[in-house]
T-cell receptor, first 116, second 110 residues
Framework: ETGVTQTPRHLVMGMTNKKSLKCEQH?????MYWYKQSAKKPLELMFV???????ENNSVPSRFSPECPNSSHLFLHLHTLQPEDSALYLC???????????????FGAGTRLSVL | GQQVMQIPQYQHVQEGEDFTTYCNSS?????IQWYKQRPGGHPVFLIQ?????EVKKQKRLTFQFGEAKKNSSLHITATQTTDVGTYFC??????????FGQGTRLTINP
């Protein structure tokens, strides 16, 4: 148990569905992340929220929409996905205190997403 | 953007053999972290290296940070079946976010 909980663990959806992934951290951290893990790109950073503000968006398609209502919760809203979006989606949190600090990332168990 | 290149992508060894994975950056890193992901699991933090030439050990694992802070390595002595998994390095440049390498997937023949 890492203190980062993701739900659901598995999700199968059609290309026209709308679904949301949820992440909750119990570590008191101030930064949360969404990563996509697939065979082609092992750990691809999608979104970063630090102090509840999005600070980085790595040109992720608009069919992925993040939401961070507070420092403990992070959502990833999904709509009109494509089969190539099938992957493991990992959430992580860290205590971000600037350069040179430890900034360990604690990962959740992930949501295995299959888009049909 | 900044990248860390990690090699090899795959490594298969006999149990008891040694294993090494390497990470390289074209520019100087502030620090580098190493993570391990067991099959079916999620990445778990192993260690962080900050100082030029730093060497840290965790039992059979030895982590090194190059003198120029552009490369790092993880060496496992006498591998065991529990070492199976994917090992990721992750680099930072200043205040930027961590960038993960492609990972090295280690499999072991018992």
């Amino acid at each position: 148990e890492t203190g980062v909980t993701q739900t659901p663990r598995h999700l199968v959806m059609g290309m026209t569905n709308k679904k949301s992934l949820k992440c909750e951290q119990h570590l008191g951290h101030n930064a949360m992340y969404w990563y996509k893990q697939s065979a082609k790109k092992p750990l691809e950073l999608m979104f970063v929220y630090s102090l509840e503000e999005r600070v980085e968006n790595n040109s992720v398609p608009s069919r992925f929409s993040p939401e961070c209502p507070n420092s403990s919760h992070l959502f990833l809203h999904l709509h009109t996905l494509q089969p190539e979006d099938s992957a493991l989606y990992l959430c992580a949190s860290s205590q971000d205190e600037g350069s040179g600090t430890l900034n360990i990332q604690y990962f959740g168990a992930g949501t295995r997403l299959s888009v049909l | 953007g900044q990248q860390v290149m990690q090699i090899p992508q795959y490594q298969h060894v006999q149990e008891g053999e040694d294993f090494t994975t390497y990470c390289n950056s074209s520019t100087t890193l502030s620090n580098i972290q190493w993570y391990k992901q067991r099959p079916g699991g999620h990445p778990v933090f192993l260690i962080q290296l900050v100082k030029s030439g730093e060497v840290k050990k965790q039992k059979r694992l030895t982590f090194q940070f190059g003198e120029a802070k552009k490369n790092s390595s993880l060496h496992i002595t006498a591998t065991q079946t529990t070492d199976v998994g994917t090992y990721f390095c992750a680099g930072r440049w200043g205040a930027q976010k961590l960038v993960f390498g492609q990972g090295t997937r280690l499999t072991i023949n018992p």
